[in-house]
């Protein structure tokens, strides 16, 4: 699969930025998360002294930092050179417990987390010394949408972001701070999360459409044409490349499966960041 760059956060170039450094591990293992102010956090450090950047991957609904320590995108991150950081959505007062502050209308939550994934951040930069490393925010449906968020609200927290099966709960944004980079993964069968999103709860919260989600981003970046500049395909999946933005740029993959993330996405979500 090829994409056709005209605008980027970062080069190949900006990958080797690291210095020769020796990091021990102290914290972030499954037994012994670490801990920022208002939460805890895992990761895992690749067999390298100079790391290529920064994963970082926010858990579905329910899920926890520790289950993903063995993920598929947790092996590659670990195969390419990557800091791999999964922090734990942790909400004790609410309803849910292990989820994350998404913005909805009728949904509050005691913790920020886009300040929470900030401390998260500064703490793993200092850990590591690696100030400058680019970073890519990926999360799976709840999180996902919480890597929406992030990158609606809090642009400059990454160099790149890939949610997976959840984009904004309604009502949607109206616009977003800054054009991003940004590559979106859903499957056409999810009947979790559908493109066009549902109501849950008899109404009172309700998953926000996915093309709509893409709309306030095109907007945001600059897009010119709805349609998109190119499309291509790779297997059983569909690609659409939003390329010709006056900043940022959008990718959509679409596979036949449900609420999940199909099989190669790790590689090649990591193969677009890395072209970027």
Known sequence: MSFNLKSALCTLAALSFAPNITLAQDCGTADVPCNVA?????????????????????????????????????????????????????????????????????????????????????????????????????????????????????????????????AFWDTLPTECEAPVQLFHTHGWNDRTVPLEGRSLREGTVIQGDVWASLKI???????????????????????RHWTDCEAGRIDLLLHQGGHGAPSGWSAMMLDWFEQL
């Open 38 to 166: 208002d939460g805890t956090y895992h990761m895992t450090f690749p067999d390298t002294d100079t790391p290529t950047g920064i994963v970082i991957h926010l858990h579905g609904g329910g899920g926890t930092g520790k289950g993903l320590l063995n993920s598929g995108l947790a092996k590659a991150a670990d195969e390419r050179g990557y800091i791999f950081v999964a922090p734990n959505g942790e909400h004790p007062d609410s309803r849910f417990t292990r989820n994350w502050s998404v913005r909805a209308d009728t949904m509050t939550f005691a913790r920020d987390d886009i300040e929470f994934l900030t401390d998260v951040l500064a703490d793993v930069r200092d850990r590591t010394d690696l100030p400058d490393a680019p970073v890519l925010l990926a999360g799976f449906s709840r999180g996902g949408s919480m890597a929406w968020d992030v990158a609606c609200f809090a642009p400059e927290f990454a160099t790149a972001y890939a949610p997976m099966a959840g």
């Open 217 to 239: 981003l095109r907007e945001t970046n600059g897009c010119v044409n709805r349609q998109p500049e190119n499309n291509s395909f790779s297997g059983d999946y569909w690609l």
